[in-house]
């Protein structure tokens, strides 16, 4: 049987959250120059198992050739027998340590599996000097999925895949993450460079437009507004787009103004509610 890195296991309910979980981790590729403790590990070998069926053969099978178990939680996996099995075989196998708890629903409380809840009894000092002992209840540090709005479950796959790789890997989340933003900022970089050289040719087909409209009349006119409603929208809109990314804001916002001075260059006037208007029209 092939070997996997990583098996999600999920009730049926939370199945499509699983395999989204799953595409985005074999999508993901590692930063260049990210040092591996061991050049023989992968993570992009995952296998999603939410079928519900009983605990047999086939399952332990599964699982003996799965390097790490990750578990989405929710209301319903708190007393589900498909995936208490499978947690309980995976302990079983002595990969304890290799047990990644992914909350997708619901409290911590109300969705992790008993055994993902430790319990412990401590002493506490009262402040007549007595000594009562209590019970903490102390939960998993868990990869976390839920959100409020689709963009910020986006947000919330991206961040938590780079967590699970990293502990997949071997690595610090915080020096893949960290990698994963430098590549990300690059890649800003790279994309607003191409909107302002976009916006600066388009410049050039303005001010040729506004030329034309003046020498052929009507039509070229309002082919020239067409493009100058074009612009508008882009420079307006663009930042708009990425209010909620503020490292992506910067770049855009300065490439947004650079297009603006080209545009007052090539004889555009730039109006301060980001409309665009020729000059001599």
């Known amino acids: 049987m092939q070997d996997y890195d990583i098996c999600v296991l999920a009730v049926a309910g939370d199945a499509s959250v699983a395999n989204k979980l799953a595409e985005s981790i074999r999508r993901y590729r590692l930063p260049s120059g ?5 050049r023989g590990l992968d993570y992009r070998r995952v296998y999603v198992e939410a079928s519900g069926k009983d605990f047999d053969e086939e399952a332990r099978v599964l699982l003996d050739h799965s390097r790490f178990l990750a578990v989405l939680c929710s209301p319903e996996t708190r007393t589900s027998p498909f995936v208490l099995d499978r947690l309980a075989y995976f302990r079983e196998t002595g990969k304890e340590e290799n047990i990644i708890a992914v909350i997708v629903r619901g409290e911590p409380a109300d969705s992790f599996p008993e055994s993902f809840i430790e319990k412990k009894v401590v002493q506490k000092i009262l402040p007549d000097m007595s000594i009562v002992e209590r019970v903490e209840t102390i939960e998993p540090v868990a990869s976390d999925l839920r ?9 919330a796959l991206s961040y938590e895949t780079v967590r699970i790789i990293a502990s997949v890997l071997g690595l610090h989340p915080d020096d893949l993450e960290q990698r ?4 990300r900022r690059k890649a800003i970089i790279t994309l607003v460079s191409v909107i302002a050289a976009v916006c600066i040719g388009a410049a ?14 009507e ?3 309002q082919q020239a507004e067409l493009c100058i409603d ?3 929208r882009t420079m307006s809109e663009l930042p708009e787009a990425f209010k909620d990314d503020p490292q992506a804001l910067i770049y855009i916002q300065q490439a947004v ?18 409309s665009v208007a020729v000059n001599g029209g």
């Open 147 to 155: 959100a409020e709005t689709r963009s910020r479950w986006k947000d």
């Open 180 to 183: 994963h933003r430098t590549r």
């Open 257 to 274: 103004e650079n297009a603006r001075r080209s545009l007052e260059e090539l004889g555009l006037d730039v109006l301060t509610d980001n």
């Open 230 to 232: 074009i612009a508008e």
């Open 204 to 217: 050039g087909l303005f001010a040729y437009l506004g030329h034309v409209a003046r020498i052929e009349g």
């Open 34 to 38: 990210t040092s591996l403790p061991d």
């Open 219 to 221: 039509i070229a006119e």
